[in-house]
């Protein structure tokens, strides 16, 4: 049933060792390729031969000990993942996980992977609550690391409270869902804006905002991995596009207009996280403007506004976010902008707040419908942000009985 998907079991050093030999003989159960990496702290606990018999392939701990001289296995083994598991993680890896520490085997492939992560603690009840663990287990949360709470009950150590890793079958569940996504959009066509638009002022010299395009990209992925077929119309970034989409570059806000507009009527979802400039020069100079007067005056002229053109001219089944970005009163900006432009949802970001906003990799979001707020959501990573707005949306087009393609 998993054939195909690779795991790779990263097993730490603590007395709940044993049960990461279940789930590495319910992942292999299952059909999985299991690749198991122990730390030597594990091999205290129990013998790698038990994982090997167990996952049919050598047990990596060294991360010197190179069994095939045409690869080197840190970075073979992080590329050929689907999924990453630490079962159980200790603190001690929590914290080397957070700051991005690579002494081992098992974290230096965890920072060469970029597949999915997924984390299973394991320790004393003072150790799991104690504010740099909980710390250390925040910022992996914002980077959008997965996590299955430990339980509550005795603990080796003979305390009762949180810390006993959670049951291989529970892990396996989650396991499931993230080798397994749901794709509730399916057969649905979403187009989303991203970057900053740009405005010239002469061949060498523009209007543009400090969108990087992050929120814009990571909800192109999402939707992508969610089921959808997309559209990514993007101004100016600095990154790469997903893998998977359909990207149609843009410069201008009238450019993006038009993109927009042509993809209209065969479109379910339209997400507008570009920054778009709300202004652009009355004229635009075909050669560069050469400094004469100590003062220079730039006509500025009013864009179209792309959003309010959807939310006026969207048909049923067809859904409309619109983003706004504020520094102040930002409720109040939100609730004005979601029923002004008639939009179904709007995420709100206050820019002000560090970790939120332009260029970061973590946002903090509010979104509202025209009756007022509908989720507020935790700091967390833009890819996060981006699964939490999608599940709402599909949840909504689903609840107005909008038709799948
Ligand atoms: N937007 C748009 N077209 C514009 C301006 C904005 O589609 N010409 C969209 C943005 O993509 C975003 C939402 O409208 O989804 C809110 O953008 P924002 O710039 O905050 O709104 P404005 O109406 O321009 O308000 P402000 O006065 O705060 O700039």
Redesign the pocket.
């Known amino acids: 049933m998993w054939k195909g998907k690779t795991v790779i079991l990263g097993v730490t050093g603590g007395i709940a060792c044993y049960k990461a030999a279940a789930l590495c003989s319910k992942l292999a159960q299952k059909g999985a390729e299991v690749r198991v990496i122990m730390t030597e702290s594990a091999t205290k606990f129990v013998a790698p031969l038990t994982f090997q018999t167990l996952s049919r392939h050598h047990v990596m701990v060294d991360t010197f000990d190179e069994k095939d001289a045409s690869v080197v296995s840190h970075i073979d083994w992080a590329d050929s993942a689907d999924l990453v598991v630490v079962a159980p993680a200790t603190a001690n890896m929590l914290a080397k996980m957070a700051h991005g520490l690579a002494d081992d085997m098992l974290s230096t492939t965890l920072l060469a992977t970029t597949a999915p992560i997924l984390v299973a603690p394991a320790m004393n009840v003072h150790m799991y609550t104690h504010p740099a663990v909980q710390a250390n287990m925040q910022t992996l949360l914002e980077r959008g690391v997965r996590f299955v709470e430990p339980g509550v009950g005795q603990l080796a150590c003979g305390y009762v409270g949180k810390g006993r890793l959670a049951e291989p079958e529970e892990i396996m569940l989650v396991i499931d869902q993230m080798l397994h996504p749901s794709q509730p959009l399916r057969g649905r066509r979403v187009l989303v ?1 991203a970057g900053g638009t740009v405005e010239r002022i002469d061949p060498v010299r523009y209007i543009t905002n400090d969108s990087s395009g992050k929120m814009g990209y990571a909800i192109a992925e999402a939707a992508r991995d969610m089921g959808a077929e997309v559209t990514l119309v993007s101004a100016k970034t600095a990154i790469d596009p997903p893998t998977g989409v359909e990207v149609v570059r843009v410069v201008s ?1 009238k450019d ?2 038009h993109a927009v507009q042509e993809r209209f009527s065969h479109t379910d979802i339209f997400i ?7 202004y652009r020069p009355a004229e635009t100079a075909d050669r560069k403007i050469k400094k004469k007067a100590e003062t220079l005056t730039l006509e500025l002229v ?9 939310g006026e001219n969207k048909r049923a089944g067809q859904l409309v ?6 520094t102040n009163d930002g409720e109040q ?1 939100a609730l004005d ?1 979601v029923r ?2 008639k ?1 179904d949802l ?1 995420v709100l970001n206050d820019v002000t707040i560090p970790g939120a906003g332009f260029g970061t990799d973590t946002n903090l979001v509010r979104i509202y419908d025209a009756n007022g707020l509908v989720q507020a959501l935790p700091m967390m990573g833009k890819r996060a942000v981006a699964e939490k707005l999608l599940e709402l949306v599909a949840g909504r087009l689903q609840a107005s009985g909008g038709s799948e393609a």
Request: aromatic share 6%; glycine share 4%; proline share 3%.
């Open positions: 804006t806000t993006m207009l507008k996280a570009a920054a778009v400039a709300d009013k864009n179209p506004d792309i959003l309010q053109w959807l976010v619109g983003f706004a970005a504020e900006h902008k002004r432009k939009s709007l």
